[in-house]
């Protein structure tokens, strides 16, 4: 059985990261009900705990036009933050992968895998990895996660109708719940959905504001037994769009995901499909998002879906239909002359050494193209009066030879000649005639030394240089670029410097230069008054600032990460339209000009962490704007008295700032929108009362904050609380955080503890037993408890509550008893726990589907046979003395015993049909294992240190799983 997980559980707990082993864990479920929504949240929530991280997304689709390599060069650059590497084979990328990795603690996400030989590209083994890596596996297939190192599967679920209406309503009405009279008719339009996320936010954005008639027609229409309602809401979003919108959502859904949206915009522009528009329309309708780095994102559903259209525009003939995306097909109508000019774009990807060489004659009749993709091919003849509605080329691998004619592109608005071995010498910079260009992209054109000479393209607007690494020199024409708005050129680690007269380009409205060996920005730049964005993180060489930087009147963002600058100028002041500055680990800075004060209308998020900076200026109270103040790992000693003028800000973040300590100013209490409260691992002694009054705060995290005594009454609104205190004397009175859904609390080593008058009730079990802690947050869904004076440990929840707790982990050597588990738990974990001999009964979990006991005193686990989903026990050095029902936990998966010297014996184990892995070792008193014959799902057997080693039946059975895996492919 699998274990259930609903989309709204998305904390990260699923794949355990305190576990010490590396871990993989799949996920699965129909395409649209929200896997990869689910992961990426999980993704980067627990990047930041990991050596190297790797989000592989959508593999099924990019193995369409990629190889296994290209994604295995992926994993390698994402892990080791570095430029990618070229791996010669599959078999060379995994021997890499699997010796490269052995000590690196990892994050990686393999999303839409649907072939068991594309996961052992990326992760054959767990062994390839260090430990407590974590491996992340979504697909719509569940057999293929039937393998020994998936330790545990989900499936997402399809939406309950409750959680359905709330995010319909969201969409369709802008609230939680449905408009008044229109809750039947919610209802009805909701149930056809099937649960699905994606069909509900795009039906629920196409009625918005529409009139019950629409309503209703609407609702008939899915209603028709014929048609896949699905696939009909879908389809209906569509059909009510122009035909613009129509054409640029064919576009995205056939070439464009994952692109930056500015560069089809000039395509789209010249084409007369008014881009601004479109994309406001179906952002609206939600069949388009646009990612956190401006690029397109569409649903797998609604890319099919905007295929099957193009594929029903004449299913019989490749060559009438508007778009071509299928390699095959595309390569079949070009070599057969079968196009025509219903033909708007095609997409060629061939590999290195194919017959990829394309003369005029099969171009001839496409006199509408407008897109053309060309990887790795080549054009040869003279194409005079060919190509002539071109707007973007992406050629990408082109041939350092250049053996076309007469190649005038004159309305081609976009060149993309990526990853091409093209130098300034290339003569197609000559030969093709190119008077419109808009956009030149030459991102990892590594044998290219110095730019060409740009004179030819006066219109230029984008220029991407991104990841040359031999890049020495840009031609000086570059300052001539009078329409340049965006320059790119990151990963030019050999370039050392900017043309001194870049100031020329008095429209650049976007520099990036981060991981560049450039050592100083060119005095001129302060002529660019339209410029908005400086990125130059990681540009180790530079040492200054320019104090002509202040004059640059539209800079809204300066990203100066990791540089080696030791102070900032106190022009900084003059940028009246900034509003981020990111100086993180800076480390030569020590302190911020009193200037910065005066950017107070204007700078919404500073980051200073990991700079030496040891107290803030006094003007930080002018930045009245403020909504993020990040200075984690600084030397910042106490915040400024005055944090409470900054009232609008929403996230502090501070932890790891060791220096900092004593109280936190009484009067945040002024700061009425502040979300997020960061303190854990700093010397803060004490929280003010008036902290209660924080409505909006929701994130609190004080873990561990060793020098804290006690804790205020806290905001009711809190949906995070973290903390732990070495000398927290008191136990914080907690129980009015009724919102509260992760709670971790604990100490080491504390001071006697007692309980707060306050939460004495002569009505209450306090009165009977004051050791009680009792755990009533009804939204809660991660517990964790660590606290040495916690005896006695309640779940009470009313009658009228659901309770929503997913995880229990309980850590205490002085914890004797637990009581109330409730049975929507699905991960209980005891650590520790040297008083507790007895656990409540268990039967009741019946969603329960990881059972944990560490170094803990329990003798008996009563109503072990009810956990009817138990997918993984573990037990280590703990007195248990029998496991009375083992044999009923069919869905049993992993089994680990270890140091259990009470443990007489197992009962027949051959009903764990499911159990993939068990190990058993150091349980002296365990002679032999029955029922092994039976397991045939078993991979892996471990026995050790014990007399059931040398059973005959254990031999056997290890026998059979080596054969097993000999002769399995």
Known sequence: MMTRLDIDYSNGQAIEVRRNEARMVGIHGIGGIGKTTLVKLIYNQLCPLFEGCSYLGNIREILKTESLEHLQSQLVSDLLKQEPIGLGSLEEGIYYIKHRFRSMRVLIVLDDVDERNHLKAFAGKLSWFGSRSRIIVTTRNADLLNIPDVVVTYEVEPMEIDQSIRLFSLHAFGGSSPNKGYDDLSRDIVSTTRGLPLAIEVLGSFLYRKTKEIWRATLHELKKETVDSVQQVLMTSYESLDQGTKDIFLDIACYFIGKDKRIPFYMWEDCGFYPCTGIESLLLTSLVKIGENNELLMYDLLRDLGREIVSKEDPANHGRRSRLWNHEEACDTLRSKKGTKRVQAIRLKFANGSNNCFTREEFQRLSKMRFLKLDKANIRGDFTNLLSNLRWLDWQGCPTTFEAVNLHLKKLAILDLSWSKVTQDWEGWSQIKMPRLKVLNLTGCNEMLITPNFSGYP??????????????????????????????????????????????????????????????????????????????????????????????????????????????????????????????????????????????????????????????????????????????????????????????????HASRCRSLEGSIPSNIWNLQVLKTLILGYSGVSSLPSSIQSLSRLRTLDLLPCDKLEMLPMLPSSLTCLRVSSKKMSIIPDIQNLVELEVLSFGNENPKELTVPPAAIDARSTWTKQQSLWPVRFPKLKSLELFHSKIINLGFEYGSACVPQLKKVALTGTNLQGVSGLPSSLSVLSFQACLSLKSLPSVHNLIYLSELELLNSAVQVIKGLGGLTSLEILVISNCWIEHLDGLSKLRSLKRLSLRNCNSLNNLPDVSDLTMLKVLEIHRCRLIHDIEGLEGLTSLEELHVSKCKAKRSSRVRQAQERIRRRLRTSP
């Open 459 to 652: 219109l230029l607007e984008m220029l991407i240089l991104e990841g040359c690494f031999q890049l020495v020199k840009i031609d000086p024409s570059i300052c001539h670029l009078r329409s340049l708005v965006s320059l790119n050129l990151k990963s030019c680690s050999n370039l050392s410097m900017l043309p001194p007269d870049i100031g020329k380009m008095e429209a650049l409205q976007e520099l990036l230069m981060d991981g560049t060996s450039i050592q100083e920005i060119p005095v001129s730049i302060a002529r660019m008054k339209k410029l908005k964005t400086i990125s130059a993180s990681n540009c180790y060489s530079l040492t200054y600032l320019p104090k002509s930087i202040g004059y640059i009147d539209a800079l809204s963002m300066l990203l100066l990460d990791n540089v080696k600058i030791p102070e900032l100028p106190n022009s900084i002041g003059s940028l009246m339209k900034l509003k981020r500055l990111s100086l993180r680990d800076c480390r030569g800075i020590q302190k911020l000009p009193e200037s910065i004060g005066k950017l107070g209308c204007s700078l919404l998020e500073l980051d200073i962490s990991g700079t030496l900076i040891s107290e803030l200026p006094d003007s930080m109270k002018n930045l009245r704007l403020l909504r993020v103040l990040k200075m984690e790992r600084c030397h910042v000693r106490q915040f400024p008295s005055a944090i409470g003028r900054l009232r609008k800000l929403e996230e502090i």
